[in-house]
Nanobody, 114 residues
Framework: QVQLVESGGGLVQAGGSLRLSCAAA????????IDWYRQAPGKQRELVAT???????YYPDSVKGRFTISRDDAKKMAYLQMNSLKPEDTAVYYC????????WGQGTQVTVSF
């Protein structure tokens, strides 16, 4: 049973923007933080954004000022707005939450061309 579903990936030129969406099951979304991770070929999966149930956010320096995470509690959706994209942002992006266990989406590919 799929609990997290990402969408919105694609191919974009450097400097462009994409918005990723994550649809979550209620029991995962309610009162939990939602994260976005990414994994590039040959690299470890890394955290790119977190939003708590209270709306507090965290970004690593690599994306700070370019990416914005948000959530819509009524729709059980989380979003990742990515601006000023760089080729090094190319990766599979995953939505994640923890509620007694780790839940991951299937991932969505983001490719940024030069």
């Amino acid at each position: 049973q799929v609990q997290l579903v990402e969408s919105g990936g694609g191919l974009v030129q450097a400097g462009g923007s994409l918005r990723l969406s994550c649809a979550a099951a209620s029991f995962i979304f309610n009162y939990n933080a939602i994260d976005w991770y990414r994994q590039a070929p040959g690299k470890q999966r890394e955290l790119v954004a977190t939003i708590t149930d209270r709306g507090n956010t965290y970004y690593p320096d690599s994306v700070k000022g370019r990416f914005t995470i948000s959530r819509d509690d009524a729709k059980k959706m989380a979003y990742l707005q990515m601006n000023s994209l760089k080729p090094e942002d190319t990766a599979v992006y995953y939505c994640h939450a923890f509620w007694n266990a780790d839940y991951w989406g299937q991932g969505t590919q983001v490719t940024v061309s030069f």
